[in-house]
């Protein structure tokens, strides 16, 4: 099962790599999507209100910050909102305040990216608790300034706990993998969780083992040894 922070128009590259055409928990837990069909068939909004109370608590804490949401659509952004995927145009270009995802309640994940305030660390550090009656702070590097929201009390835990549920399997079933911050719920969670090797101290904190890194091929490592394939 593929748990990813990554938005429903980034799989395709993934199962492409990969050929895995199963279902995938995108989106940090917010949206489950089958990879053959490309359909999101399941996902949790954050409420249009809750949007712009959050955009104004991190124009207040940080005030170059640029904004984008995801949803099932696609990408939404202010401009120069979004420096890591200038190949992928937005789904649409303005001020936060009047795009579709946000006045909709359709977006299902919110970005905000601002330099100069000591890297996303810090970052979350400062505006978590400003926000933990409205939204699910998280971030998925570790040397960048690069903030993710989503859904309150959803996480890539909350997600593959039902999923995983509706198959009859419990946290003691379940072998998970991560390296950064939005990783750590779902550590926490699983039965048997390894961090990445080179991965957030506090991801390896919250898993049970630590692996090798993804360069030494930690994970097949681990699978090959409980598998004995």
Known sequence: ML????????????????????????ANGAAVMNLQSNEVYLQRTIAAHHLLA????LRREFPNVRLAVESARGMSTEPDAWPRATDLPPLEVGAFEGLRAVTGGEAFKVLAHAEGHGGADAMIER?????????????????????EF???????????????????????????????????PMLAWAGRSYAMGGGHRDAKAAA?????????????QVLEGIFGV
């Open 208 to 220: 049970t083992h630590v692996a090798q890194t993804s360069e030494e091929d930690g994970v097949a």
């Open 54 to 57: 959050v955009a104004r608590v």
């Open 3 to 26: 748990v990813t922070a990554r938005p429903p128009r980034w799989m395709a590259a993934v199962v492409e790599a990969l050929g895995h055409q199963g279902e995938a928990i995108v």
């Open 127 to 147: 505006i978590a608790p400003l926000l933990s009656e409205l939204v699910e702070p998280s971030h998925s590097g570790v040397n960048d300034s690069m903030l």
């Open 150 to 184: 989503s859904p309150l009390g959803v996480s890539k835990a909350t997600t593959l706990e039902r999923f995983a549920a509706r198959r009859g399997l419990t946290a003691s079933d379940v072998i998970a993998f991560g390296d950064a911050p939005n990783d750590i």
